[in-house]
């Protein structure tokens, strides 16, 4: 079993030593997944409405606010609260301005965040993370051009005690003094229907995340009684691509993330594996952790073991 590295990005400095700290999930929980049963009813997770039902439905149950400073995250109690599905609209002001909102997220939601300018000057940057001191949760963060809209997905691998963090990408990670009347933002949180691609094993995909802040999930729902492996190779492909890979393995009955990859030994690419047999819903979430990646394609290999 190989270990699994998270690579938490210090947002905050309120937040860094959570974020540093942060503990790996329980690889032993892939070996321990005995106890699955396949005749037992699996929670798909799954919103049932198709997508664009769901989505109009999610804009008419918006819940707008507008933020309240301050708001920066010097003290625990120094954050905003955000309503969910909902828009938050606030401002990068004065210079170096940083909002942060807390979250009510669970695991197996999938959330697509918006960060839209409002107004000339901003150019976006989003961070989702947990800030709970023993954090299972990667940070989701996407940064973005001025006055551009960005967009994040993000699956909740894990509970945790979430915030959103707003700022403009030029002050991160160094302050430069930009913000600003002109740094209006509004950002939206709304869940997202999942549509794993289903997988048996032992079979290859090819994939490309959508955007920089995109998440593909696959579904599979037995290792045929044995153990398996799972290996996504992006700068190990005969093509090499730019994706900084990451990988997750989440247990939909039991709602929880079994384990995360961010680099195998080599690279960055991402693997893990178990010499256990899992049966039942299994999703793997492919995300990415770099900021600059201007290919973002995969190859993704579900293998038995002997
Ligand atoms: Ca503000
Ligand atoms: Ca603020
Ligand atoms: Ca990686």
Request: charged share 20%; proline share 6%; net charge negative.
């Amino acid at each position: 079993m190989r270990r699994i590295v998270f690579s938490l990005v210090p947002v905050l400095a309120l937040f860094v030593a959570c974020s540093d700290s942060a503990t790996p999930a329980d690889d032993g929980g892939v070996d321990a997944a005995t106890s699955n049963d396949a005749s037992t009813a699996v929670d798909t997770a799954a919103p049932a409405t198709d997508g664009a039902l769901a989505d109009a439905a999610s804009d008419a149950g918006l819940t707008i606010a507008n933020e309240v400073e301050p708001n920066d995250g010097k003290t625990t109690t120094e954050v905003g609260t955000m309503v969910l599905p909902g828009t938050m609209n606030g401002k990068i002001d004065p210079a170096d301005d940083t909002d942060v909102f807390t979250l009510t997220l669970a695991p197996g939601e999938f959330w697509e965040w918006t960060l839209a300018p409002t107004s000339a000057d901003l150019a976006p940057h989003l961070a989702v993370f947990d800030t709970s001191p023993s954090s299972k949760n990667p940070t989701a963060l996407v940064a973005g051009r001025v006055s551009t809209p960005l967009s994040l997905e993000h699956f909740v691998l894990n509970t945790g005690t979430f915030v959103a963090a707003v700022r403009d990408a030029r002050n991160v990670p160094t302050k430069t003094g930009r913000g600003g009347p002109g740094y209006g933002y509004a950002l939206t949180g709304r869940r997202k229907t999942l549509n794993p691609i289903a997988v048996t094993f032992p079979s290859s995909k090819s994939g490309r995340l959508a955007s920089l802040g995109a998440v593909d999930v696959y579904a599979f729902t037995t290792t045929n009684g044995k153990g398996f492996d799972v290996t996504l190779r992006a700068k190990r492909k005969t093509a090499p691509s730019t994706l900084d890979s990451r990988i997750s393995l989440f247990e939909v009955s039991g709602k929880r993330t079994l384990i995360t990859n961010d680099n195998e030994a080599t690279s960055t690419d991402s693997q893990f594996g178990g010499d256990t047999a899992l049966t039942g819903t299994h999703y793997v979430i492919v995300d990415n952790e770099g900021t600059d990646a201007t290919d973002l394609s995969y190859d993704l290999e579900f293998s038995l073991r002997p």
